[in-house]
């Protein structure tokens, strides 16, 4: 599968998912304590009040690189990969993605032998769920930070993984980020297609993200009836649970910044720059790089296709998302920002503007830029 290209990667599934059982939602987690999720599983707990330097450190010095590297008997390795999982969760948008790839990698590589070695029964469903997770962020991590084919190998194997052991939240997760990569690859229509085939019956802490990714790509593809419908579709499932797995939450801050996005592709710029600052506000304070970076990128873009533009606060918006980004290696956010900074350079007037002028020198290359109509 690392020799499959792209374009098979972006396809549909290569085989059929097997028929659900619904028992696979309900079955005892393999950490022995913890809270009780809204699938009836039961979860280690998220330290939610710890600073992001000191949840850097927890997850580099402790739990996931604890899970990598475990001794003992297979079942206590195994749980204390599951518990890695939802470290990772709470760490993953507040940490230098970075940090992230080695541990990530580590811990993948423990799950996959562990589940070699694991033969049938309800242990081995666990295990392909906990190796499906491990690959699934390894997959996203990749996503962020450009490298398409490792990503979509990636997520094709934690889809894969989902199948295995019927975890609806892994395997809409994998179909989000899947669609995303589409989306960046200017692939709008088959965006649109994975995340819409993946909905039905995708579970409630993943169906917001995966209609944000048909609002967003059938906005890019002109299809605006479908746009506006996958935002309703959004506002009426947002995510009011706790934090879990997956493909960031579907919360009250995701719809505002989708909205954003998909608004000011649909050229309704005004309402795109009230959702954006709304999205931003929720973000204050909240250390969530990557959601600040999508969202000052919206901003620009409502900005700059108003009636009457302003690329001033365009230029701006887009130092801000340079900002967010900055140390925290996502390097999907550069090219994008690039992208629009194309649009600004090409008018003469514009681009002798100060601020156009001081934002293209803080862009590491001018050279080849995207379109930022694909951005």
């Given at each position: 599968?690392?020799?499959?290209?792209?374009?098979?990667?972006?396809?549909?599934?290569?085989?059929?998912?097997?028929?659900?059982?619904?028992?696979?939602?309900?079955?005892?987690?393999?950490?022995?304590?913890?809270?009780?999720?809204?699938?009836?599983?039961?979860?280690?707990?998220?330290?939610?009040?710890?600073?992001?330097?000191?949840?850097?450190?927890?997850?580099?010095?402790?739990?996931?690189?604890?899970?990598?590297?475990?001794?003992?008997?297979p079942a206590e390795r195994a749980?204390?990969?599951?518990?890695?999982?939802?470290?990772?969760?709470?760490?993953?948008?507040?940490?230098?993605?970075?940090?992230?790839?080695?541990?990530?990698?580590?811990?993948?590589?423990?799950?996959?032998?562990?589940?070699?070695?694991?033969?049938?029964?309800?242990?081995?469903?666990?295990?392909?769920?906990?190796?499906?997770?491990?690959?699934?962020?390894?997959?996203?991590?990749?996503?962020?930070?450009?490298?398409?084919?490792?990503?979509?190998?990636?997520?094709?194997?934690?889809?894969?993984?989902?199948?295995?052991?019927?975890?609806?939240?892994?395997?809409?997760?994998?179909?989000?980020?899947?669609?995303?990569?589409?989306?960046?690859?200017?692939?709008?229509?088959?965006?649109?297609?994975?995340?819409?085939?993946?909905?039905?019956?995708?579970?409630?802490?993943?169906?917001?993200?995966?209609?944000?990714?048909?609002?967003?790509?059938?906005?890019?593809?002109?299809?605006?009836?479908?746009?506006?419908?996958?935002?309703?579709?959004m506002r009426v499932s947002v995510?009011?649970?706790?934090?879990?797995?997956?493909?960031?939450?579907?919360?009250?801050?995701?719809?505002?910044?989708?909205?954003?996005?998909?608004?000011?592709?649909?050229?309704?710029?005004?309402?795109?720059?009230?959702?954006?600052?709304?999205?931003?506000?929720?973000?204050?304070?909240?250390?969530?790089?990557?959601?600040?970076?999508?969202?000052?990128?919206?901003?620009?873009?409502?900005?700059?296709?108003?009636?009457?533009?302003?690329?001033?606060?365009?230029?701006?918006?887009?130092?801000?998302?340079?900002?967010?980004?900055?140390?925290?290696?996502?390097?999907?956010?550069?090219?994008?920002?690039?992208?629009?900074?194309?649009?600004?350079?090409?008018?003469?007037?514009?681009?002798?503007?100060?601020?156009?002028?001081?934002?293209?020198?803080?862009?590491?290359?001018?050279?080849?830029?995207?379109?930022?109509?694909?951005?």
């Amino acid at each position: 599968m690392f020799d499959t290209d792209v374009a098979t990667l972006l396809g549909p599934p290569l085989s059929p998912r097997p028929p659900h059982d619904p028992a696979s939602e309900h079955r005892p987690g393999l950490v022995a304590t913890g809270r009780t999720g809204d699938d009836g599983k039961t979860h280690p707990g998220l330290d939610e009040e710890a600073s992001p330097t000191h949840r850097r450190d927890l997850l580099t010095a402790g739990a996931l690189l604890a899970a990598a590297s475990a001794t003992g008997s297979p079942a206590e390795r195994a749980a204390q990969l599951e518990h890695g999982v939802y470290e990772l969760a709470a760490r993953f948008e507040v940490t230098p993605l970075g940090e992230l790839v080695a541990p990530v990698e580590r811990a993948w590589g423990d799950a996959e032998t562990l589940l070699g070695a694991c033969l049938s029964g309800g242990a081995r469903r666990d295990l392909e769920s906990v190796t499906g997770w491990y690959s699934f962020y390894r997959g996203r991590l990749a996503s962020h930070t450009g490298e398409q084919h490792t990503a979509l190998t990636f997520l094709v194997l934690a889809g894969q993984h989902a199948d295995a052991a019927g975890d609806t939240l892994l395997a809409g997760s994998a179909a989000a980020e899947r669609s995303a990569l589409a989306f960046f690859a200017g692939q709008f229509t088959t965006s649109a297609k994975i995340a819409r085939q993946a909905l039905p019956g995708a579970h409630a802490y993943v169906r917001p993200v995966l209609a944000s990714q048909v609002a967003r790509a059938s906005a890019q593809d002109g299809d605006t009836d479908s746009a506006l419908a996958a935002l309703r579709t959004m506002r009426v499932s947002v995510w009011t649970g706790g934090p879990q797995p997956g493909a960031g939450a579907g919360d009250e801050k995701i719809y505002e910044a989708f909205s954003a996005a998909t608004l000011s592709y649909l050229g309704q710029d005004e309402d795109a720059e009230r959702h954006a600052r709304r999205s931003l506000t929720l973000l204050t304070e909240s250390g969530c790089h990557l959601q600040l970076a999508g969202t000052h990128l919206a901003l620009a873009r409502a900005f700059l296709h108003r009636s009457e533009p302003d690329p001033e606060q365009a230029a701006a918006a887009l130092k801000n998302a340079l900002t967010a980004a900055e140390g925290n290696g996502h390097g999907r956010t550069v090219t994008r920002a690039a992208g629009i900074y194309r649009e600004l350079a090409a008018g003469p007037d514009w681009a002798r503007l100060p601020t156009v002028r001081e934002l293209g020198d803080r862009l590491p290359s001018r050279r080849a830029l995207p379109p930022a109509t694909s951005l």
